[in-house]
């Protein structure tokens, strides 16, 4: 990322505060396929309301992400709820994922297309990775996020290499039209 752009996030997050929404709703839907215990990776899992929704299944929860405001926002409302939730401050776009191997990754809302084919080498076997992100007919209802920042129509799957797709589905989803992914390591 560029330099501006950790500055940019820990100003919001400073702005925002704790993020009490709850996880994207299409989680629920899928929470059977998700193991019951085990680590999983949140990756740019900002101020952590999809970590928080991990660790309270019994996942060991880490939240890679740039702002080390939403890391720390993170940190305090897992403690808010007796959660253990770890936090690495990394630039995903030049640093790599922190060191797995992980039961789960969770990548919701971020989009740097060379870190989705890495996701594979970073699951245990048996693994499941989980993707949710907009894609450009989103821009139909919302001008956010740009159009750089989305998926083209069915494009996900194609940059999932070496899982096995378990789920797959584009459309609108709590106002937001989406790309939305489940798959599994063999």
């Known amino acids: ?4 752009q950790r500055e940019k996030w820990n100003q919001r997050y400073a702005e925002r505060g704790p993020d009490a929404t709850a996880p994207c709703p299409w989680l629920a839907t899928v929470e059977s ?8 990776l949140d990756v740019a ?3 952590g309301r999809h970590a928080v929704w ?4 019994g996942l060991t929860v880490t939240i ?3 702002a080390d405001a939403g890391l720390e926002l993170a940190r305090r409302t897992a403690a808010a709820g007796n959660l253990a939730i770890s936090t690495v401050a990394v630039d995903l776009e030049s640093e790599p994922l922190p ?3 992980w039961d789960v990754i969770l990548n919701t809302a971020y989009l ?3 870190l989705m084919t890495q996701f594979t080498g970073h699951l245990k076997p048996g693994g499941v990775l989980v993707v949710v992100h907009p894609t450009h007919a989103n821009l139909e209802r919302h001008r956010h996020p740009g ?3 989305l998926l083209e129509k069915n494009e996900l799957p194609t940059l999932i290499r070496g899982l096995d797709i378990v789920r797959y589905e584009e459309g609108w989803l709590d106002g937001r039209h989406e790309a939305r992914l489940v798959a599994r390591k063999p």
């Open 99 to 101: 060191a797995g191997p």
């Open 54 to 57: 991990l660790a309270q299944r």
């Open 64 to 66: 890679a992400d740039i």
């Open 147 to 149: 159009a750089r920042f």
């Open 45 to 47: 899992g900002g101020a």
């Open 1 to 4: 990322m560029s330099p501006g």
């Open 112 to 114: 740097h297309r060379p």
């Open 33 to 40: 396929l998700l193991p019951p215990a085990g680590t999983a």
